[in-house]
């Protein structure tokens, strides 16, 4: 936004009509020159444009003007603005300079390479070039293959990085969303896999596995029913 009022003659007109602003402040705060304001104060300049307030368009408040109004060395100072106006959408591709024209090239090779799932069209928005050049930079029929570098467009200054981010993130919205994949039936659950199969092929639980594990005889219990029975004493 420009530090200059809207209309500057005309609010210059009012300022000179209605102030006892130094012609050096009303120049400073118009952007004028202070002859030219001298001018318009001896009706040789200006004339037939009526007084725009600027008390009154939000330009200037009654404070600033009233402290200027004291100290003729102080400079005028425009009120910040109440609305934010947004910048106009640019329609059609992107304008180059001429100076970076010969980079525009390594900047599609970058793009076509780091972001794949850009459309041309994004990429014309971007960097403002036609569809058959990254037809032919992306399948290496270009011209100038064997010399193409790739480099990143917004360090060559052809495109912003929030206008790459935007592109980017519009081509992820678009994308289509990722399917889940189903579970693998033939898959075991950990409790299946550390659990062995019975004969039938029914899966034991991990309670009663254990309990069987404990349930194991020893050594000495199991050679205890080979041991020689003991021989009864003769009679005499």
């Known amino acids: 936004m420009s530090n200059a009022p809207l209309m500057p003659k005309a609010t210059a007109v009012w300022l ?26 001896d009706g040789e300049a200006a004339q037939g444009i009526k007084g725009l307030d600027p008390i009154m368009t939000g330009q200037l408040t009654r404070e600033e003007l009233e402290k200027a109004q004291k100290d003729p ?9 109440k609305v934010t106006v947004p ?6 591709p992107r304008y180059t300079p001429v100076s970076k024209r010969q980079d525009r090239p ?9 972001h794949p799932e850009l459309k041309d069209a994004q990429i014309v928005r971007l960097v403002g070039t036609t569809k058959p050049t990254i037809e032919a930079i992306r399948s290496r029929t270009h011209w ?3 010399q193409l570098t790739p480099m990143d467009p917004v360090t060559l200054g052809i495109c ?22 189903p579970e693998d039936p033939t898959l075991l659950s950990p409790e299946e896999s550390l659990n062995p199969e019975d004969p039938f092929g029914n899966f034991k639980p991990l309670e009663e596995t254990s309990k069987e594990q404990d349930d194991v ?19 005499e």
């Open 16 to 41: 000179v009509d209605n102030t006892a602003l130094s012609f050096d402040q009303i120049a400073a705060f118009c952007k004028l020159h202070p002859l030219e304001v001298k001018a318009i104060a």
């Open 73 to 81: 060395s102080y400079r005028v100072k425009l009120a910040p603005p």
């Open 87 to 92: 910048e106009p959408k640019r329609r059609g």
């Open 106 to 114: 390594n900047a599609i090779l970058w793009l076509v390479r780091n």
């Open 144 to 146: 100038n293959s064997a």
């Open 160 to 181: 912003k990085q929030i206008d790459l981010d935007l592109e980017v993130k519009k081509s992820a919205a678009d994308a289509p969303a990722r399917q889940e994949m």
């Open 217 to 235: 005889p020893d050594a000495a219990s199991v050679f205890a029913n080979f041991a020689p029975a003991p021989q009864e004493e003769e009679e």
